[in-house]
């Protein structure tokens, strides 16, 4: 099964903190996105078990904006716990990971490439052009709607083409 994406998430804010850095809750709901993206692009399989929604400002997961939400508009300084629907509990993300070395390899990947954009810049990136988010989102018509895998990744591979042009 696909990690959830405070667990995602969780793998940038340690990235960051190695590096003396961190980020605010918009570079990481943006940087899960785009690592998602990109792992749909390059085997077909999901990141993350959740399913970006389209709002306002782009694509956001909605466990993910739980879990921030305590942070404001603070860098966030630690690890995020998340919500287990199954159990209906509360999981630490920090001492288990599901993630295998692949997907570890593509968030650190992300991370190098776009770990340096601001907030508004991924952002950007994310609702750019014909981007999913922009189709699901249609002028606020589809607020808070999923954004299917199949249009994340489909973006994902024309990505990948124009860099491979």
Same mark, same amino acid.
């Given at each position: 099964m696909?990690? %959830?994406?405070?667990? *995602?998430?969780?793998?940038?804010i340690r990235l960051a903190?190695? @590096? =003396?850095?961190? !980020? @605010?809750? *918009?570079?990481?709901?943006?940087?899960v996105y785009i690592a998602h993206g990109w792992r749909l692009a390059i085997s077909g399989q999901p990141l993350t078990g959740d399913r970006p929604e389209a709002w306002e400002f782009g694509p $956001?997961?909605? #466990?993910?904006?739980?879990?921030?939400?305590? !942070? =404001? $508009?603070?860098p966030v300084a630690h690890e995020l716990s998340c919500w287990d629907p199954f159990e209906r509990t509360a *999981?630490? +993300?920090?001492? $288990?990971? +599901?993630?295998?070395?692949d997907e570890r390899d593509v968030i650190v990947r992300i991370y190098h490439d776009y770990g340096k954009f601001s907030g508004p810049q991924l952002?950007?990136? +994310?609702?750019? =052009?014909?981007?999913? %988010?922009?189709r699901v989102y249609a002028d606020g018509?589809?607020? !808070? #709607? @999923? *954004?299917p895998h199949g249009l994340v990744?489909?973006? !994902? $591979?024309?990505?990948? +083409?124009?860099?491979n042009d």
């Open positions: 696909p990690a %959830w994406s405070p667990e *995602i998430a969780n793998e940038f903190a190695n @590096d =003396g850095r961190a !980020f @605010d809750q *918009i570079q990481l709901q943006k940087l $956001v997961y909605r #466990r993910l904006a739980d879990a921030l939400a305590p !942070f =404001g $508009v603070d *999981i630490s +993300t920090s001492n $288990v990971s +599901t993630l295998d070395e952002s950007n990136l +994310t609702r750019r =052009g014909s981007a999913p %988010w922009k018509a589809g607020k !808070f #709607r @999923d *954004i990744r489909a973006q !994902f $591979v024309r990505l990948a +083409t124009k860099r």
